[in-house]
Nanobody, 119 residues
Framework: QVQLQESGPGLVKPSLTLSLTCTVS??????????WSWIRQPPGKGLEWMGVIAYDGSTDYNPSLKSRTSISRDTSKNQFSLQLSSLTPEDTAVYYC???????????WGQGTQVTVSS
């Protein structure tokens, strides 16, 4: 059974860079059956897909966030990570990692981690 767990700071100051890690268990992130995404939900708003890293390490990003977003992985730890730079309070959200099984389709999610951007 696959499990995903986000980890990272809950409070970050504006202008800094957020770093989050998703630890995956139960399946290898190098399996060619899946891709691995970061998704966020600001308070009172809908889900926003941020980007994905595929089984081969290739990446794709939401165009609205592309200039500030980087997704990487550590296959030895079966983890993938998100970096979001130049933070503003508008980046305050619950951040999720998820397993993708097709375009816009996710079958497993982490529990989510609250990130607040505030001085």
């Amino acid at each position: 059974q696959v499990q995903l767990q986000e980890s990272g700071p809950g409070l970050v100051k504006p202008s800094l860079t957020l770093s989050l890690t998703c630890t995956v268990s139960g399946v290898s992130i190098t399996s060619n059956l899946y891709a691995w995404s970061w998704i966020r939900q600001p308070p009172g708003k809908g889900l926003e897909w941020m980007g994905v890293i595929a089984y081969d390490g290739s990446t794709d990003y939401n165009p609205s966030l592309k200039s500030r977003t980087s997704i990487s992985r550590d296959t030895s730890k079966n983890q993938f990570s998100l970096q979001l730079s130049s933070l503003t309070p508008e980046d305050t959200a619950v951040y999720y990692c998820a397993r993708g099984v097709g375009v816009g389709a996710f079958d497993s999610w982490g529990q989510g981690t609250q990130v607040t951007v505030s001085s």
